[in-house]
């Protein structure tokens, strides 16, 4: 879906002809990287005017800011403001088939740890549009605690394994005093089950915490030692209350961008996970899809753009996903990837 006009007004400063030469401008150097010359966008289908006539429209265009001209005797490249003129009008978009194709057999094939899903997917949006794509986990704050299991590895030590409704999986190993039979473990987890199962996280915490210093009359069972001491692991899933941000492909931003030195900076921004949850956040929050160039308020994202759209839970937003590249992004593409695997993320953990 293509983004409102940030600037209504500049709809009616260009005409139908000029709209169509700087799509044709738009498209060709994202296509090629090099400069465009009036006499390749006259050959553009579509374009049914002389040389001579693209050759004023594209000074024209130059002179309004949506076109720039890097050489005197060079073609025309776009601005920021060519680039967002191009995303508003753009119509929708879809996936190649066998890019389709390789986004369902992934999603098939997909299990396992929320976390390592994530990351997998992040890869996966890296692949389809060669580059950086970023996904956000859902907040663990909104998830509840789906189940909790103990599993014996030997007498005095026994794993504890917490599901989240988001599909966050937190494991942890306890250590007991003494032997610990398997009659005992699951005596203990059916009474962490019944106290902490269907809480929000914040509460099964709180609840934890109660448990792990719940007095016990008379002398303590091996049951109730056991749910005491896994009670305190199940605190420790509060270390996960953050959002997590999953990087794949950070290496393609190097063949993206030309000057060593904008490659260093776009790699320092992808490291810092506070600022990347941020910026694709306020984009969303300006009610923007794309966000090109100024527009990320970053000022190392100068030369960048940035696709980001929302993904959902159960019909509740979870998370975020996005690509970052260069200003000459393949635009259409890049949209149109970011939201089928948001979409097809969504539903699977909504499924799974």
Do not use: W
Request: with cysteine; hydrophobic share 45%.
């Amino acid at each position: 879906m293509a983004d409102q006009p940030r600037d209504p007004d500049n709809t009616d400063q260009l005409d139908e002809r000029k709209a169509t030469v700087l799509r044709a401008v738009v498209s060709t150097y994202i296509e090629t990287a090099q400069p465009v010359g009036s006499g390749h966008v006259a050959r553009t289908p579509g374009v049914s005017v002389s040389s001579a006539t693209v050759r004023n429209d594209m000074s024209a265009l130059e002179q309004e800011g949506y076109l720039h001209q890097p050489h005197t005797s060079a073609g025309r490249v776009p601005t920021d403001k060519g680039y967002r003129f191009f995303v508003d009008r753009l119509s929708s978009a879809s996936l190649a088939s066998a890019d389709s194709k390789q986004v369902r057999t992934f999603f098939a094939e997909a299990h396992g740890e929320l976390e390592q899903m994530l990351a997998d997917t992040s890869r996966l949006l890296s692949n389809l549009t060669h580059y950086a794509a970023v996904v956000v986990s859902p907040p663990v704050e909104a998830a509840t605690l789906r189940s909790v299991q103990m599993v014996g590895l030997s007498a005095r030590v026994a794993l504890v394994v917490v599901v989240l409704s988001n599909g966050a999986v937190d494991k942890h190993t306890v250590e007991f005093d003494r032997d610990i039979d398997d009659a005992a473990l699951v005596v203990a987890t059916g009474h962490l089950a019944a106290r902490l199962t269907g809480e929000p996280l914040s509460a099964a915490v709180a609840l934890a915490s109660e448990l792990a210093v719940e007095p016990i009359e008379g002398p303590e069972p091996p049951a109730e030692l056991v749910a005491r001491q896994a009670a305190v692991s199940v605190l420790s899933a509060e270390h996960a209350r953050a959002e997590h941000v999953y990087i794949g492909g950070a290496a393609r931003m190097a063949s993206a961008f030309d000057a060593v030195a904008t490659v260093s900076e776009v790699l320092t921004i992808l490291e810092q996970q506070y600022v990347v949850v941020t910026l694709l956040q306020d984009v969303l929050d300006r009610g923007l899809h794309v966000a090109i160039g100024t527009e990320t308020g970053i000022a190392p994202l100068a030369d960048c753009a940035v696709v980001v759209a929302p993904y959902e839970v159960e019909g509740e937003p979870a998370g975020t996903i996005g690509v970052l590249g260069p200003t000459r992004m393949n635009y259409p593409q890049a949209l149109a990837a970011v939201a089928v695997v948001g979409q097809r993320l969504g539903r699977h953990l909504s499924e799974s």
